[in-house]
């Protein structure tokens, strides 16, 4: 075996891995970090603060939900008499005024009474006059019940957004910008799970994951990454194609848990990389080409020991595969 490398299997653990871990780049321990550990939603949620949820919030398609289920269960007619009038008034028409124009006239011209005028023209003071049941009848008599009940509601809310519009109907009290109940005189807020579950749908929960690992601190990101080194293939390669010479940490990590780990073993650029590490460690100045050989089927026999020969390996080292074939062909 490597001298240097049965010295380094007596590095801990923690040691191997702070090497490895130190050849990984920051931006690519933030995408495999992103990757892996997608925290589940509902922890998230419930050690978040009300603040952080609202924050991805969104208010306007609630503000439009709200909106569009208040017109579908109201009725125009329930409005007070000065809803009704405001709407005529930003919305008058010739239709509305010969309406409004015939009201006044049978309120007030008595054909009878010889002093009583009939008015022939429109104008704003006599819609003023008119009362409720009146001001339903104009707007009936033009067909603008539900045109109204869009108007009206949507007028009342122009200058509320959505988060308004929740606080005003979300059941809760708030103070502070958080949500929660009076008791006994003092504010209890109620949990962040509890209002998620009211707005879930508003939510951008993509978002919200997004924003909570974007918030995590770096150095707990990579301490994850190193602690799943010896586990994960991707980083394994990552490692050796950064620096071959990692063929040496990665075994060390790998015995750790007796080689039952996910490992790239039996791939190429690991086989070969451990092949030239072999033999770079162990050649001495005055070695021939026996000796290099010889150091070549040595590194070729644990590496068929350990994880089996890469197929592309045995065929490029053919003529140094002989050890090998003869402990299968005699099942030593």
Request: proline residues 1%; contains cysteine.
């Given at each position: 075996m490597i001298k240097k490398f049965k010295k380094f299997k007596l590095l801990n653990e923690s040691s191997t891995s702070h090497e490895l871990i130190e050849q990984i780049d920051d931006d690519d321990i933030e995408k495999w970090y992103?990757?892996?550990?997608?925290?589940?939603?509902?922890?998230?949620?419930?050690?978040?603060?009300?603040?952080?949820?609202?924050?991805?919030?969104?208010?306007?398609?609630?503000?439009?939900?709200?909106?569009?289920?208040?017109i579908n269960n109201y009725e125009f007619d329930e409005f007070d008499e000065n809803d009704l009038l405001t709407y005529l008034k930003k919305n008058i028409d010739d239709k509305n005024e010969n309406k409004i124009l015939e009201i006044y006239n049978r309120n007030n011209y008595d054909e009878d009474d010889e002093d009583s005028e009939k008015?022939?023209?429109?104008?704003e003071y006599?819609?003023?006059?008119?009362?409720?049941?009146?001001?339903?009848?104009?707007?009936?008599?033009?067909?603008?019940?539900?045109?109204?009940?869009?108007?009206?509601?949507?007028?009342?809310y122009s200058n509320s957004d959505g988060v308004d519009i929740f606080d005003e109907f979300c059941g809760f009290a708030k103070k502070n910008d958080i949500y929660g109940n009076y008791k006994y005189g003092s504010f209890e807020p109620i949990e962040s799970s509890?209002?998620?579950?009211?707005?879930?749908?508003?939510?951008?929960?993509?978002?919200?994951i997004k924003n909570w690992n974007d918030n995590i601190d770096f150095s707990y990101k990579k301490e994850q990454v190193e602690e799943n080194i010896y586990n994960s293939t991707f980083l394994q390669k990552y490692l050796?194609?950064?620096?071959?010479?990692?063929?040496?940490?990665?075994?060390?990590?790998?015995?750790?848990?007796?080689?039952?780990?996910k490992n790239i073993g039996n791939?190429?650029?690991?086989?070969?990389?451990?092949?030239?590490?072999?033999?770079?460690?162990?050649?001495?100045?005055?070695?021939?080409?026996?000796?290099?050989?010889?150091?070549?089927e040595d590194a070729l026999e644990y590496l068929h020991d350990k994880f089996g020969v890469n197929d592309k390996i045995s065929e490029e080292y053919r003529p140094h595969m002989w050890k090998i074939f003869t402990q299968d062909n005699y099942n030593l």
């Open positions: 992103d990757k892996h550990y997608k925290a589940d939603l509902s922890e998230i949620i419930s050690i978040s603060s009300q603040q952080n949820i609202m924050y991805f919030f969104d208010d306007k398609k609630y503000k439009e939900d709200f909106i569009k289920d208040y008015e022939t023209e429109y104008s006599m819609l003023e006059e008119l009362d409720k049941d009146e001001l339903i009848e104009v707007i009936e008599y033009s067909n603008e019940e539900d045109n109204c009940t869009k108007w009206i509601i949507n007028w009342c509890k209002l998620y579950s009211i707005i879930s749908e508003y939510i951008d929960d993509d978002k919200l050796i194609k950064k620096d071959p010479d990692n063929v040496e940490a990665l075994i060390n990590l790998w015995m750790k848990y007796k080689f039952k780990s791939i190429y650029i690991f086989q070969k990389a451990y092949i030239n590490k072999y033999i770079k460690d162990n050649i001495e100045e005055d070695d021939n080409e026996e000796d290099k050989n010889i150091l070549i």
